[in-house]
């Protein structure tokens, strides 16, 4: 699977937007981008993932540039219970089921 | 629909013990998935189960096992217990289709080894 690039954390204040960003410039054309966050001591939490549409869930939107080398996560107002840590992972299409390589992910902190 | 859920969430285990780790998964689920988090390592894929037959094993020693029940429960047994085995074990469950599917993750059993 291509490795993912982001920063190690980010502030965002209350209400405001979330964005955050993912590089992966070495993603193959069969290789989904999929988001997971993981509030403090709980198992990680499923988002969203596209291949390179852009997606939009109750949760989030995902933006996936053209060429799909980077990706960005936007929470539209975020929230206190927000602040987490978010996992960018890009997993390839195959038969049956590929595991999730977790890298270290982004904290978000999401200010009062 | 009931989420995962992973029994039990604490455990404290003294070296040289085993341990078993048990996993129900989302109703209709078919693939279960371990993954165990530490602070140095991060999180990192232990083993899937599909139709009670392990599909994927990752770069994990003998000592950590598992298998699948008819009923897509899953157990994980670690064995000759280490200090080094404290971790939060995760599991996860997908539908175990044809194609690739979103895991979803339970709460975790948080283990730890004096």
């Known amino acids: 699977d291509a490795k993912t690039t982001q920063p190690t954390s980010m502030d965002c204040a209350e209400g405001r937007a979330a964005n955050l960003p993912c590089n992966h410039s070495?993603?193959?054309?069969?290789?989904?981008v999929y988001w997971y966050r993981q509030i403090h001591s709980q198992g990680p939490q499923y988002i969203i993932h596209?291949?390179?549409n852009n997606e939009t869930n109750e949760m989030a939107s995902l933006i996936i540039t053209e060429d799909r080398k980077s990706s960005t996560l936007i929470l539209p107002h975020a929230t206190l219970r927000d602040t987490a840590v978010y996992y960018c992972?890009?997993?390839?299409?195959?038969?049956?089921?590929?595991?999730?390589?977790f890298g270290k992910g982004t904290r978000l902190s999401v200010i009062a | 629909k009931a989420g995962v859920t992973q029994t039990p969430r604490y455990l404290i285990k003294t070296r040289g013990q085993q341990v078993t780790l048990s996993c129900s998964p989302i109703?209709?689920?078919?693939?279960v998935s371990w993954y165990q988090q530490t602070p140095g390592q991060g999180l990192q894929f232990l083993f899937e189960?599909?139709?009670?037959?392990?599909?994927n094993k990752g770069n994990f020693p003998g000592r950590f096992s598992g298998r699948q029940f008819s009923n897509s429960r899953s157990e994980m047994n670690v064995s000759t217990l280490e200090l080094g085995d404290s971790a939060l074990y995760l599991c996860?469950?997908?539908?175990?289709?044809?194609?690739?599917?979103?895991?979803?993750f339970g709460p975790g059993t948080r283990l730890l080894v004096l």
């Open positions: 996860a469950s997908s539908l175990g289709g044809s194609h690739q599917e979103t895991q979803y």
């Open positions: 070495t993603i193959s054309g069969n290789e989904y």
């Open positions: 596209g291949l390179k």
């Open positions: 992972i890009v997993r390839v299409v195959v038969t049956g089921n590929t595991p999730l390589v």
């Open positions: 109703s209709g689920h078919r693939s």
């Open positions: 189960y599909f139709s009670e037959t392990q599909r």
